[in-house]
């Protein structure tokens, strides 16, 4: 079942945990931590958190849309969630327990660590912003089964 939530939804909860748990995130910070919820959630359920594409930017794992819709922080902690053309946040209610679990253990795990920390998690050898960079380029899609199978193997 390959479906997923929108990514910048996602952003969201994870902004939302953070600010009740006294955690500032910059932008990175967000893109990093959605991308290992992400995978995460691959990696143990076999379904994606997200339903947007990742990308192998120079930096690391992006979701383009929540870059375009935080880009205006620059390297400064998000202070607002990500809003829509309404001017509502983005969120979402359908997360499974698994999914909500995952989340909160990304946070949990990784949400201590700084930015450029992150990144430098997810440039590791073999990793699958290595594998996809090397091979097909800068902001080239990561695939989802490339995700899954890693985050399933280190799990």
Not at 11 to 38: C, D, R, T, W
Not at 41 to 47: D, S, V
Not at 85 to 103: H, K, L
Request: overall charge negative; glycine content about 10%; proline content about 4%.
């Amino acid at each position: 079942m390959e479906t997923g939530h929108d990514s910048r939804a996602v952003a969201n909860e994870i902004l939302l945990i953070g600010q009740q748990k006294g955690i500032p995130m910059s932008m990175m910070k967000v893109l990093k931590l959605v991308y290992f919820a992400h995978g995460w959630t691959l990696g143990i359920t076999g379904n994606p958190l997200c339903s947007d594409p990742v990308e192998a930017w120079k930096y690391g794992p992006v979701f383009s849309n929540i870059y375009q819709s935080l880009s205006h922080n620059g390297s400064n902690d998000v202070a607002h969630l990500i809003l829509d053309g309404e001017g509502q946040p983005i969120v979402d209610y359908n997360y499974t327990q698994y999914e909500n679990a995952i989340i909160e253990r990304v946070i949990e795990n990784y949400g201590h660590l700084s930015a450029f920390r992150l990144s430098d998690i997810t440039h590791e050898i073999g990793s699958p912003w290595d594998v996809t960079s090397r091979s097909f380029g800068n902001f080239s899609t990561i695939s989802n089964e490339l995700i899954r199978t890693y985050f399933s193997q280190k799990g």
